[in-house]
Nanobody, 120 residues
C-alpha cells in the first residue's frame, strides 16, 4: 500500500491550503484515515482523523479552521485548511488503516509527508 500526499506549499497567514492523500495498492477496505503533522524540534501530533463511518476528530488547535473529508470510492482523504497561522507550519503526514483482504486485521501506512509553511 502506498500513500501519495499532495497540496502543501507556502502561504501567508490567513490563507488556505487543501491537502490530498490517495491510497493505492492491495486494499480491501480502509477503516480510517488521518493527518498528522510535525514541526521542527517537536513531536508528531494528530491534526485530524476520519473513520469510514464519517466520524471525525480534530486537534484543539485546528478546530473551526481545518476540515477533514474523504472520498471512499477513491481511497482519498482531504484536509481543507483555512485561516492558517504561522504555528501551523509543519510537515503533514497522512495515515491510513488498511485492510488488505477480508478477515484480516488492519495495518497502518504512512505517506511521505508534504510541507506546509505559513508566513507571518
Amino acid at each position: 500500500v502506498q500513500l501519495q500526499a499532495s497540496g502543501g506549499g507556502l502561504v501567508q497567514a490567513g490563507g488556505s491550503l487543501r491537502l490530498s492523500c490517495a491510497a493505492s495498492g492491495t486494499i480491501f477496505s480502509i477503516n480510517a484515515m488521518g493527518w498528522y503533522r510535525q514541526a521542527p524540534g517537536k513531536e508528531r501530533e494528530l491534526a485530524a482523523f476520519i473513520t469510514n463511518s464519517g466520524g471525525t476528530n480534530y486537534a484543539d488547535s485546528v478546530k473551526g479552521r481545518f476540515t477533514i473529508s474523504n472520498d471512499r470510492a477513491k481511497n482519498t482523504v482531504f484536509l481543507q485548511m483555512n485561516s492558517l497561522k504561522p504555528e501551523d507550519t509543519a510537515k503533514y503526514y497522512c495515515l491510513a488503516f488498511v485492510v488488505a483482504s477480508p478477515g484480516e486485521d488492519s495495518s497502518d501506512y504512512w505517506g511521505q509527508g508534504t510541507q506546509v509553511t505559513v508566513s507571518s
